[in-house]
């Protein structure tokens, strides 16, 4: 059995191969819409479940992990930016504030799917406009759930974590390594 990554996200390759892991990527093609009244939880539960399962329809045999990751402020899922100017506009709500990311992870195998839900608080120093814009100017916002990236860039404008880092990179690895365990995975 291997274990296969339902991602196109080279931060969660990354991740899962500095683990130690050894996997394939299948990358699945989901609708990743949030639904009305959806808590945020139930949101990223939901999408890390269901890129598992589309996934684990091509790959009976093989552990599939699904993870899906979002930033919560003030009850406000930000997710992916639609473009540049809606990562100013996330990255002024973080700024000189705490927030929280969410990530969802799933493992279908088996013909079942265990899930759990991570949840990391991280705070972020006073960003001036001239920074937001600079970094927004750097493109590397664009494709980041809350429009920054704690290993990049952004590492500079955060002033402290309290939870896994590797959450608010878009993987909580004691998590996977919690959830594949379960099917015998290491």
């Not at 639904?35 to 552990?63: F, G, T």
């Not at 506009?89 to 195998?109: D, F, I, N, P, Y």
């Not at 002033?159 to 909580?172: C, E, K, M, R």
Request: glycine content about 6%; charged content about 25%; some cysteine.
């Amino acid at each position: 059995m291997r274990i296969v990554l339902a991602s196109a996200s080279p931060r969660r390759r990354d991740l899962l191969a500095a683990a130690g892991f050894s996997f394939d990527v299948d990358v699945p093609n989901v609708d990743e819409r949030r639904r009305p009244a959806e808590s945020p939880e139930a949101y990223v539960d939901r999408v890390a479940r269901d890129k598992a399962e589309m996934v684990a329809a091509r790959r009976p045999d093989d552990a599939v992990l699904a993870a899906d990751t979002v930033v919560l402020i003030d009850a406000e899922v930000l997710g992916k930016p639609v473009d540049a100017d809606d990562a100013a506009r996330m990255l002024t709500r973080l700024s000189g504030r705490a927030h929280e990311v969410l990530t969802g992870v799933a493992v279908a195998c088996r013909g079942q799917v265990d899930s759990l839900t991570a949840r990391t608080r991280v705070w972020v120093r006073g960003l001036s406009a001239r920074e937001i814009a600079s970094y927004v100017a750097s493109g590397e916002p664009l494709d980041k759930a809350g429009a920054y990236a704690i290993q990049g860039l952004a590492s500079r404008f955060i002033t402290g974590i309290d939870g896994s880092y590797s959450n608010v990179v878009g993987l909580p690895m004691a998590s996977v390594a919690e959830l594949l365990e379960r099917y015998g995975l290491r």
